[in-house]
């Protein structure tokens, strides 16, 4: 059986996809690749997939005095990942990008040992325009990501999303009248303070108008837990994500790659808030593509107020048919076996290139 090893660190964004895959292989030998102290030290189950953490920092924007360090540890974290290759006995490298799968691929580039690469956003991050060359395939989230790859080898699988939204748990929500109109409202794993800030302003008005608010506010949040209310749901994480997204009428959301997979996946109507200080902007070339397809209404942080959000959600609360075309778009848009063709590109790969 194939040995793999996954390189994915930092944000849900790049660790759900990573864990789908690997689910989605569940008789082979697995190990995985992190960083300390980021979000996979929690989330990744150490007693099914072994966790190797090397020290590495993305790269600054521009030359300065970090840029020489960064360059050190990226040489030191390759160096490392080269003898965990090699002790290991590994035969594949899986990466979702991010800057932990540049050590992984110049490793296991010199070695022969294939890589496959999954970029999940319409806009490719620089370690794919970069290193993708080095990769036995790019899969893409997107179709539209093609463009900006045209020498690569690439194939179009969509996002894989962790199977809780597959198998949606009927557990969360419980304590919601079936006939309440539900809104949730996430910034990703990481939260997002500025839209937090912006959605508690007009929470007390959406109460009284009987509806119900869950809210993810990530751990960034200082504010988390100040407000009670019986229909105001808070909380810095949901684990269930996929049973409250279930329940909701509408999501508000930023237009990270997961969590838009996620929403495709169960069909809902969405407001994007593209997270503007993403890399290169990417969250608006991904909230793009779902606002031509009419799944969701696309805001941009400049234009977010307190006043133009609720007129927003008040107007699209109004018109039921409206969300339930827009639910509808979603659905066109969903790749519900995502991590099984990920895993088949693995399965298939030669052992050395």
């Known amino acids: 059986m194939p040995k793999l090893l996954i390189a994915a660190s930092g944000t849900g964004g790049h660790l759900f996809p990573a864990l789908a895959v690997a689910q989605a292989l569940p008789d082979w030998p697995i190990e995985w690749l992190g960083v300390p102290e980021r979000l996979e030290n929690q ?160 929470v007390p008005a959406w109460l009284e108008r009987g509806w119900w608010v869950v809210h993810q506010t990530g751990d960034q949040d200082p504010e988390c837990g100040k407000f009670s209310h019986p229909q105001y749901i808070e909380r810095a994480f949901f684990p269930d994500m996929a049973a409250w997204m279930g329940r909701a009428n ?8 997961g969590t838009l997979s996620e929403l495709t996946l169960l069909h809902k109507p969405a407001i994007l808030i593209p997270y503007p200080w993403a890399a290169e902007n990417h969250q608006q070339y991904n909230a793009d593509i779902f606002a031509r397809q ?26 039921p048919e409206r969300l339930a075309q827009m639910g509808q778009a979603m659905s066109a848009l969903a790749v519900p076996d995502s991590a099984q063709r990920v895993a088949g590109v693995l399965t298939q790969l030669q052992v050395k290139l």
């Open 294 to 319: 009419g799944a969701a209404v696309v805001m941009p942080q400049a234009d977010l107020t307190a006043a133009v959000l609720d007129t927003l959600l008040t107007e699209l609360a109004a018109h």
């Open 250 to 257: 509408l999501v508000i959301a930023r237009a990270g790659a």
């Open 43 to 202: 989330l990744v189950p150490q007693a099914t997939y072994p966790l190797h953490r090397v020290r590495l920092s993305g790269l600054p924007g521009g030359l300065n005095g970090r840029t020489l360090k960064v360059l050190a540890e990226l040489l030191v974290a390759t160096w490392q990942v080269r003898r965990l290759l090699q002790s290991g006995g590994f035969d594949r490298v899986f990466t979702t990008g991010g800057y932990i799968a540049a050590p992984a691929i110049l490793a296991a580039r010199s070695l022969g040992i294939p890589v496959v690469l999954h970029e999940s956003n319409a806009l490719p991050g620089k370690v794919t325009r970069w290193l993708g060359r080095w990769c036995a395939v790019v899969a893409l989230g997107f179709a539209a990501a093609q463009v900006h790859l045209p020498k690569l080898k690439t194939l179009v699988v969509g996002t894989p999303v962790r199977p809780d939204f597959q198998q949606i748990l009927a557990t969360a929500g419980n304590e919601i009248p079936h006939t309440a109109f539900v809104l949730l409202i996430t910034g990703g794993s990481q939260g997002a303070v500025s839209l937090n800030r912006v959605v508690r302003a007009c």
